[in-house]
């Protein structure tokens, strides 16, 4: 059952934006790559967070490390024309542009969940299509056991790619059967709109029952390997983010309780809602795990 938090009257979603998100599909250039737009079965019937606190509130560190800062910077960055590498243990390697390597893909909305493993959460519609689809077109072979994902790197767009502590590129990674599940999504835009550049444009991934770091942004290089790859977070915190990164209320992360969470835009008096396992996905993805310690493969 999934829970129903209370919502004040500036949380609701626009009902002209929300009747109308399949028709302003239909008229999203960077969806018309797409063939179809079919209705997506594991949407929440959670209402969606509006279209202004989704693209207002992010985590994107290439743009600063507020969270006000990828909405103010982010528009410094070209995402025409677009590239993404792929190699490793694929039949089909190579750079593709990206609509020759997605222009046949099944667009269709995705209304999901996504909790940050700072303890706040949004419901967000996706547009886009999953990951296997892709994977199965580039041909995964014998061999392959994971899917590593590299974003971006250009410091003359990407303000906050100029020092700190993190080595470019973003890295994120999924074991191949997480990677071929139906839920693992390539999302291209959001509210039937194109991606803007601070949700992760031109193309992201999205994970929706693990932490939202797993879920790498201005996605330039796909590889199949068969050794777990090195993911950023990981490697500069392995205590505090591990590989798999499911979301578990029964995990602190080391410096607060993962047991509740913050939905963005719940008003001043809406207090914390219950984190659930697998961020309410656990029928579906729960089998990926049988046998493990997700205590230890945190």
């Known amino acids: 059952m999934l829970f129903k938090p209370d919502y004040t009257a500036a949380d609701v979603t626009p009902e002209h934006l929300f009747l109308n998100r399949r028709q302003l599909i239909a008229g999203a250039a960077a969806l018309a790559a797409g063939p179809a737009l079919a209705a997506g079965p594991y949407s929440t019937d959670e209402t969606p967070n509006t ?47 990206l609509a020759d ?3 046949d893909m099944p667009i269709e909305e995705r ?30 072979q014998a061999g392959a056991k994971y899917v590593s994902f590299e974003t971006l790197v250009r410091p003359s767009e990407m303000r906050g790619q100029n020092g700190g502590s993190i080595q ?24 039937g709109k194109p991606l803007p550049n601070q949700s992760g444009a031109p193309i992201r ?27 950023t977070w990981n490697t500069l915190a392995a205590n505090e983010y591990g590989f798999y990164a499911n979301v578990n209320p029964e995990v602190d992360h080391p410096r ?37 310690d997700l205590t230890k493969d945190y």
């Open 51 to 97: 279209y202004e606190a989704i693209t207002s509130y992010n985590n994107y560190y290439e743009f600063g490390y507020d969270k006000t800062d990828p909405a103010q910077y982010a528009g410094a960055l070209t995402t025409d024309p677009w590239s993404i590498k792929v190699d490793g243990l694929v039949d089909n390697p190579g750079t593709y542009a």
């Open 101 to 103: 390597l997605i222009g």
């Open 111 to 140: 209304i999901y969940r996504f909790r940050c493993v700072e303890a706040w959460s949004m419901i967000i519609p996706w547009q886009g299509f999953q990951l296997s689809a892709l994977l199965n077109k580039l041909g995964v």
């Open 168 to 191: 470019w590129p973003y890295r994120e990674g999924l074991r191949l059967d997480e990677a071929m599940h139906p839920l693992a999504f390539m999302a291209t835009g959001l509210y």
């Open 205 to 231: 991934l999205v994970v929706p029952w693990k932490y939202g770091f797993k879920s790498a942004k201005a996605l330039v290089r796909i590889s199949l390997t068969e050794t777990q790859p090195v993911t």
């Open 256 to 292: 607060w309780s993962q047991a509740t969470e913050r939905r963005v835009g719940g008003g001043l008096f809406a207090g914390r809602i219950d984190t659930q396992m697998f961020n309410g996905y656990g029928d579906q993805v729960a089998s990926l795990y049988s046998g493990q």
